[in-house]
């Protein structure tokens, strides 16, 4: 289905080239002379890299279909992921490309949002907060809570992230994913 140029907003997938696009940015300007136009910026699905483009008044842009789909992650296997999807139980397997380095944050039975289009993945998106455990750090010592420092420390999926000197093996903590695995807080 074409768009015209009046539908383009925030949260719009569209096809550009071949490619699928999600607006993020839409300002629509109607000069005192001459043919209103939107001026979008567009967020490539795929790659994640941002584009300006302009869309003429005459113009028809393509609307893509994303679908969005709830997925368990199961196992790795090389460089294919697989995962369930939630509504029907059949298993879906994305490649490396698609994930990225969000890998290092997959943990078995995590439940994450997978974005498709034609039935090919184009993303995913991890939830905003995941517990993990402590495997490996240098020990804290007592007053260390009073310093401000980080130490890196080596999660259960093999994840290193930088933590407080207090933490400590055993220790479970929650991750931000949003910031690419910042610690948040100690989890009791």
Same mark, same amino acid.
């Given at each position: 289905? &074409?768009?015209?140029?009046?539908?383009?907003?925030?949260?719009?997938? =569209?096809? =550009?080239?071949?490619?699928?696009?999600?607006?993020?940015?839409?300002?629509?300007?109607?000069?005192?002379?001459?043919? &209103?136009?939107?001026?979008?910026?567009?967020?490539?699905?795929?790659?994640?890299?941002?584009?300006?483009?302009? $869309?003429?008044?005459?113009?028809?842009?393509? %609307?893509?279909?994303?679908?969005?789909?709830?997925?368990?992650? %199961?196992?790795?296997?090389?460089?294919?992921?697989? $995962?369930?999807? %939630?509504?029907?139980?059949?298993?879906? &397997?994305?490649?490396?490309?698609?994930?990225?380095?969000?890998?290092?944050?997959?943990?078995?039975?995590?439940?994450?949002?997978?974005?498709?289009?034609?039935?090919?993945?184009?993303?995913?998106?991890?939830?905003?907060?995941?517990?993990?455990?402590?495997?490996?750090?240098?020990?804290?010592?007592?007053?260390?809570?009073?310093?401000?420092?980080?130490?890196?420390?080596?999660?259960?999926?093999?994840?290193?992230? %930088?933590?407080?000197? $207090?933490?400590?093996?055993?220790?479970?903590?929650?991750?931000?994913?949003?910031?690419?695995?910042?610690? &948040?807080?100690?989890?009791?």
């Amino acid at each position: 289905m &074409a768009l015209s140029i009046n539908e383009i907003k925030s949260g719009v997938t =569209v096809l =550009v080239d071949g490619d699928v696009y999600v607006c993020v940015d839409a300002q629509h300007v109607k000069p005192g002379k001459g043919a &209103a136009f939107v001026r979008a910026r567009l967020r490539n699905m795929k790659t994640n890299n941002i584009q300006e483009k302009t $869309f003429r008044g005459e113009e028809k842009i393509e %609307q893509a279909y994303v679908e969005e789909r709830k997925l368990q992650y %199961q196992y790795s296997s090389g460089e294919i992921y697989h $995962f369930m999807d %939630q509504d029907n139980f059949e298993e879906i &397997a994305i490649s490396k490309e698609v994930i990225a380095d969000k890998a290092k944050f997959l943990k078995d039975n995590l439940e994450i949002m997978g974005y498709f289009f034609k039935d090919i993945a184009l993303a995913i998106n991890l939830p905003n907060f995941i517990e993990f455990n402590i495997v490996e750090t240098e020990p804290g010592f007592k007053g260390d809570s009073s310093k401000s420092g980080n130490k890196p420390a080596k999660v259960d999926t093999g994840a290193i992230i %930088q933590v407080p000197l $207090f933490i400590n093996v055993g220790d479970k903590i929650k991750v931000d994913t949003r910031t690419g695995g910042t610690y &948040a807080e100690r989890i009791n």
